[in-house]
């Protein structure tokens, strides 16, 4: 075994790509689901568990007769499709061997809320099931399955594939348990992945003869895949390798760069708005960059650094952050207001903490959105806490003050963190 | 003395005549910024802002003597703006851009490799050496000329940063911004390494964000070269995993890269860490007052 085992970091990395959520207005990654990724995978020539995808237990029924007739599959599985891994384990893979059996297993995963270490305790909502063939069936030689992943080495800046013969199980487990059964392989940019890398790869694997020949034809069209569609993560877990030795990706997990879509606007389309959450989405739509967590202090805050200070000096002074939400460059009233609309549709939200460095921005103009905000969304019944700094903050906290709104405000932010800590009691 | 722009810096704006680069340069000048002119393709030849437009970087090195670019080329044509300006020889490259595909920052990388040109950003509120030159959009005014280097990941929390420091009575030898994405020109120990060496910077705030190992590499350096006081803080204390905040590269993966991992490391590293960005600046005074006395 040649390759360098996998450095923590890039586990780190990979976990971080895995768990990934998009947030709206500045999406970083567009995740797609299985049978999205697997339709790309199957355009550039990899080899897939084909399947067809359902939205309700008649769809899916139909869908397995007519993935039989192409097929010849004699059972089908069925598939939850959501943007978190882990469906096995929390039911959302089910095997299927007759028709009805299609029509039980479809009829009771669409709608139920799936719950895997992916996606938190509050889970998701199963909107579409894929019906896929079977791929496990037996011959000359024993399936076997493979882990196999392309994405960034950061630390690096260039591409790598990392793969394990461990496939089928959580490679963050693998990673922690047996480092040493994780490879990886590091992208030269100048020249892109090379012939002798696949066979590098696939004789790491332990593969010989087709299934040796079959391997290598698959990395070269995975790899040709994530660059050609500027992906961030392409994910096959397991990889198999069929009984009569072909290369098959049982699944796909991938994200696209969303700061590349521009270049693949037919992408754009497999957005998948059910898999997030409301509020973020309609967040998006004002251009706020808007996460909900689980906390009881909301705040508004311009730029993602400072905004992430806040949420730690939030806890710092005795409470939760309830959301993190960047207003951008331009905190006029009507983004405001907005901002507030979003921060209290969150009933756990006792308190609000805004905090604004006004550089190009004017304080001052910021305050006045706030105090328009404020009337023209009539009562707020929480404390807001208002903290404005840089250009004008002296005018800003005397548009605040001499405004009678219930607004405390602060110039400093230690004032600011004095100040939650206050009305939190 | 000072890192990377000073008053002899003579800069150009690519992007010159766009909306973005035509008010910030407007901003850098009036600053007092050295800036020789301005690159847009197909306007070379005129004047903007009272200053020369270049067709080319290569135009603005040979008849303006430009030594340093900021950049305000829209995400599409960012990378080939970075490129071109190495190639001109453009020792200092400011990318402002936010929004650059990973995929042209991998080859951006890969072709600054072995050039005499250092890359700060993408996706940055630029470099400032107070009282000097301005390359970037930070706001000027909340800057003083002084000897506190600082090295962050962010905007507006650099700002508070600078703020706090100007507000306890001390100033900046040069505050870079790196950016915020997962592939930046130059990281945060390269910048840390910057301001060691420089014989103006007496300390230096290093102000990182969840994810990635960047702030570790930085403070496993300063552990090796403890010669100026490093106060350091890791916004995102309580993001929880998983979830992206903002910026490109900031969310937590593994156990290495939370904001408590890099906090652990950095103290052992002997930086002195804050855990609430509202006492940097008094916490880089005692540091000081300390090494004084």
């Known amino acids: 075994m040649e390759s360098t085992i996998v450095h923590n970091f890039d586990a780190c990395h990979l976990h971080e790509l895995v768990y990934s959520r998009c947030i709206k207005t500045k999406i970083y990654f567009m995740n797609l689901h299985e049978y999205q990724g697997k339709q790309i995978l199957k355009s550039f020539g990899v080899s897939i568990q084909e399947g067809i995808v359902a939205e309700t237990a008649d769809q899916a029924v139909d869908a397995a007769k007519e993935l039989q007739k192409q097929t010849n599959t004699p059972i089908w599985i069925v598939k939850a499709q959501v943007h978190a891994g882990g469906r096995g384990k929390a039911g959302g893979v089910k095997l299927a061997k007759t028709l009805d ?46 882990y196999m992943s392309v994405l960034l080495n950061r630390a690096l800046g260039r591409n790598m594939i990392i793969y394990s013969q461990e496939g089928g199980m959580e490679i ?19 020249v892109g992945l090379r012939d002798f890398q696949c066979r590098k790869i696939a004789f790491n694997l332990g593969l010989s003869g087709e299934a040796f020949k079959n391997m290598t034809k698959c990395i070269a069209s995975l790899y040709k895949a994530y660059e050609t569609i500027d992906a961030s993560l392409f994910e096959i877990n397991p990889l198999l390798k069929t ?18 879509l521009y ?31 689980d906390g009881n202090v909301g705040c508004m805050v311009n730029g993602a650094g400072l905004a992430m200070a806040t949420m730690d000096i939030i806890k710092l002074s005795g409470g939760e952050p309830a959301n993190f939400l960047d207003v951008g460059g331009t905190a006029n009233a009507a983004r405001v207001e907005q901002a507030f609309r979003i921060i209290l549709k969150d009933p756990n939200v006792k308190a609000i903490l805004v905090n604004i460095f006004g550089g190009i921005v004017r304080c001052d103009r910021v305050a006045q959105g706030i105090v328009d905000a404020y009337k023209n969304m009539g009562t707020i019944n929480v404390p807001i806490i208002v903290r404005l700094q840089g250009t004008n903050a002296v005018e800003a906290k005397k548009i605040i003050d001499e405004s009678g709104l219930k607004v405390h405000s602060a110039i400093q932010l230690q004032e600011a963190a004095d100040l939650v800590q206050k009305v939190l009691k | 003395m000072s890192v990377l722009v000073n008053k002899n810096s003579k800069v150009i704006v690519q992007g010159f005549t766009g909306g973005e680069g035509t008010f910030h340069a407007t901003q850098m000048i009036e600053y007092g910024t050295n ?35 900021v950049i305000f080329v829209p995400p599409p044509f960012a990378a080939d703006a970075i490129m071109e300006a190495a190639e001109a020889g453009i020792k200092v490259i400011i990318c402002i851009t936010e929004g650059i595909p990973t995929k042209d920052m991998i080859a951006v990388k890969e072709y600054l490799k072995g050039r005499n040109s250092r890359l700060i950003g993408p996706n940055c509120p630029g470099v400032i050496t107070p009282g000097e030159a301005k390359c970037g959009i930070m706001p000027g005014f909340i800057h003083r000329k002084g000897h506190i280097g600082i090295v962050s990941r962010s905007g507006t929390l650099t700002y508070e940063a600078v ?3 100007t507000k306890a009575g001390m100033g900046q030898s040069t505050c870079i911004g790196i950016g915020g994405d997962p592939i930046p020109g130059t990281t945060t120990k390269e910048a840390v390494e910057l301001l060691m060496n420089d014989p103006d910077t007496e300390g230096i705030i290093m102000i990182g964000e969840i994810g990635g190992s960047m702030e570790n590499e930085a403070a496993y350096y300063v552990k090796a070269n403890p010669r100026k006081p490093v106060v350091g803080f890791i916004a995102g204390q309580t993001a929880p995993a998983g979830r992206r905040m903002g910026h490109a590269g900031a969310i937590i993966g593994g156990a290495d890269d939370t904001a408590a991992a890099k906090m652990k490391i950095m103290r052992e590293c002997g930086i002195h860490v804050v855990d609430s960005p509202a006492v940097i600046g008094k916490t880089m005074a005692e540091a000081l007052k300390k090494v004084m006395a």
């Open chain 1, 101 to 146: 059996d299609v029509k039980e297993k479809a009829k009771a995963m669409i709608g139920m809320k799936l719950v895997s270490h992916q996606t938190g305790p509050h889970g998701k909502i199963v909107h579409k099931v894929l019906v896929a063939q079977d791929v496990y069936y037996p011959g000359e030689t024993p399936t076997k399955e493979y």
């Open chain 1, 172 to 190: 963050e487990e693998v990673a922690a348990k047996t480092p040493e059964r994780i490879f990886k392989e590091e992208i030269d940019p100048k």
């Open chain 1, 243 to 260: 009984s009569d030795n072909k290369i098959v990706a049982v699944d796909s997990k991938v994200a696209l760069d969303d700061n590349a």
């Open chain 1, 263 to 293: 270049r693949h606007p037919d992408y754009v389309a497999m957005r998948d708005k059910l898999e997030e959450d409301p509020t973020e989405v309609e967040a998006g739509e004002h251009e706020l960059n808007y996460v909900k967590l």
């Open chain 2, 35 to 69: 800036v020789v002119g301005g690159v847009t393709p197909g306007k070379g030849g005129t004047k903007h802002l009272d200053k020369p437009v270049f067709n080319t970087v290569a135009e603005a090195v040979k008849t303006a003597g430009a030594d340093t670019s």
């Open chain 2, 163 to 165: 703020d706090q420091v």
